[in-house]
């Protein structure tokens, strides 16, 4: 789903990126009040946001061609904004490990910040939004509709963003952006259901410091 740079003039991804920054801060004085922030950067938690991170970035390189340069893959905002019951947490690692990927030549300079929108903000408010709503019903499968959910709306928003650049029409860009990451999504959401329940079973000293637990 990264968007490589000379897809999309320099005037929107400022727009984008501007956006972001806005989002972001607005949030992070959100959840600072509510103690979301100290909880991420809590001692015992740090270890955990580092693994989370480090496994994103590594399963992300396993990613396809899509169309017109982009790429399909697993992203994992959702699994992060879930166990730490925020979407800043997946904001906030899934940025990170966008801007490291952007050195490593996956995704532009120019369009990190709507990269960053796609699969960070887009992918963890819409997917635990899904979460909060749904997990009252049935948990298990409300984190694998929130997890597909999360990957298929930051690939449609793609899709429309590429479309606003001219770089390919949009009913195309949706049918390949979305039909291909509906698939993936799916995987997505799978695979982030079975990690959270097997962290509650199996690890429950990660849950100790007030993640991954039932609300």
């Not at 949030?27 to 950067?41: A, H, Q, V």
């Not at 893959?73 to 906030?92: D, N, T």
């Not at 690692?93 to 966008?98: I, T």
Request: proline share 3%; glycine share 12%; hydrophobic share 60%.
């Amino acid at each position: 789903m990264h968007i490589p740079d000379g897809l999309i003039p320099l005037w929107q991804c400022a727009i984008y990126l501007l956006i972001v920054i806005i989002i972001i801060v607005a949030d992070f004085l959100i959840e600072k009040k509510t103690g979301t922030i100290s909880n991420l950067f809590d001692e015992k938690n740090i270890p955990l946001v580092a693994v989370l991170a480090a496994g994103i970035f590594a399963i992300q390189f396993f990613n396809f061609p899509v169309f017109v340069g982009t790429t399909g893959h697993i992203v994992g905002a959702v699994l992060v904004a879930i166990l730490f019951r925020s979407p800043f947490a997946g904001i906030l690692v899934l940025s990170l490990v966008l801007l490291v990927q952007m050195t490593y030549g996956d995704g532009g300079f120019t369009t990190i910040g709507v990269n960053i929108l796609n699969m960070a903000v887009i992918g963890s408010i819409t997917g635990f939004f899904i979460y909060k709503v749904l997990k009252g019903i049935n948990e298990f499968a409300a984190i694998v509709i929130a997890g597909w959910t999360s990957v298929f709306l930051a690939s449609i928003a793609a899709a429309f963003e590429l479309a606003a650049a001219g770089a390919f029409p949009l009913i195309a860009g949706i049918m390949f952006m979305g039909g291909f990451h509906a698939v993936i999504g799916l995987g997505e959401g799978i695979i982030t259901a079975f990690i959270v329940t097997a962290l509650r079973k199996l690890r429950p000293d990660l849950v100790a410091g007030g993640m991954v637990r039932h609300e």
